[in-house]
């Protein structure tokens, strides 16, 4: 039987969000929303209208890669999302990521992921995921504080983190981490950090990337869960000043690692950048110097900052 060529005869479902750092990939949907979608920090996907979680079929996705493929010959890497593809199963996951390689030959492919989908899946299926071809994976760190990971509903511990981080070092996955700043509010602000930086020194991720917490969805009916807390007076935002105070300690604290830390999302009030190994020193004088600017002048640019993610 001969076999048929696709041709350019429908539209691949779209990801809702992608890491800025993927602009160029082939963007592949592998499951739709969160699975999780507990956080009371988040809320993105329900706030972009996609409220529900559903996985999709393998036929589905490489029917979509096909038809990425043909838009994109020439894609040098490529994204599975949303939040946590890795909840479709192993089996189609893996299928899909080797089918991929087959029709565009990627250097790089890359997912979103969870701490806690990746603890429950084990050591031998990370090792199952380095040979489909993952090289790096996206995972929410946002706090090492126990306490604070707990309020914000986030769903995974230390002893899982640090699981994790080890055997996907050992399959030579990449890790890209993100922290949230400000999600230990003005009360614990602190406390975040400082535990933060002690499991970043532990794990010694690939990246490290900064965001600032927003609450999303003002006035909709899919608002951020951590409103009602911030309304009822339990949770108090961090203030401007407080974010950048919380990346000058955090970069006093973290060691020399071989970790590219960058705050490269617009929503930074401080976009300092650089390799904790060879950098840091530098990148902590960036800070000092902002905070040692007249206070008018510091909050001027704060006001220039847009909240938006
Ligand atoms: S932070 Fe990630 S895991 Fe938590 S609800 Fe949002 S998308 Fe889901």
Redesign the pocket.
């Known amino acids: 039987m001969i076999q048929k060529s696709p041709t350019l005869n429908r539209t691949p479902e779209s990801l809702i969000i992608r890491p800025p750092s993927e602009w160029r990939s082939l963007l592949v949907r592998i499951t739709r929303g969160?699975?999780?979608?507990?956080?009371r920090?988040?809320?993105?996907?329900p706030s972009m209208g996609q409220p529900d979680f559903s996985r999709r079929s393998l036929e589905e996705i490489t029917g979509d890669i096909d038809q990425l493929g043909l838009r994109q010959p020439d894609a040098e890497t490529a994204f599975f999302g949303d939040?946590?593809p890795l909840a479709v199963g192993m089996d189609v996951f893996v299928n899909a990521a080797r089918y991929l390689r087959r029709v565009v030959p990627v250097q790089r492919l890359t997912c979103y992921g969870?701490f806690s989908t990746l603890y429950k899946l084990g050591r031998d299926n990370i090792d199952r995921l380095a040979g489909a071809g993952l090289n790096r994976i996206h995972l929410?760190l946002?706090s090492g504080d126990a306490q604070i990971l707990q309020f914000q509903r986030?769903?995974q511990s230390e002893k899982m983190v640090v699981a994790v981080a080890d055997w996907l070092h050992e399959a030579g996955i990449e890790i890209s981490c993100y922290v949230l700043l400000g999600l230990g509010g003005r009360d614990r602000w602190q406390e975040h950090v400082t535990a933060t930086a002690a499991i970043i020194n532990r794990i010694e991720p690939e990246f490290i990337r900064l965001r600032r917490l927003w609450l999303y969805g003002e006035g909709t009916d899919n608002a951020c869960p951590l409103r009602q807390q911030v309304r009822d007076g339990s949770f108090v935002p961090q203030s401007p000043e407080g974010t950048v105070l919380e990346v000058q300690l955090l970069l006093g604290q973290l060691k020399s690692l071989n970790t590219f830390f960058l705050c490269d999302h617009a929503n930074n009030y401080i976009t300092v950048s650089g390799y904790l190994k060879e950098d840091r020193a530098d990148m902590l004088r960036e800070v000092n110097d902002f905070l040692a600017l007249p206070g008018k002048q510091r909050q001027a640019h704060y006001q220039m900052i847009s909240s938006k993610i």
Not at 34 to 39: A, G, K, P, T
Not at 41 to 45: A, D, L, R, T
């Open positions: 969160c699975n999780w979608n507990r956080c920090f988040c809320g993105i996907y939040a946590d969870r929410g946002e986030k769903g």
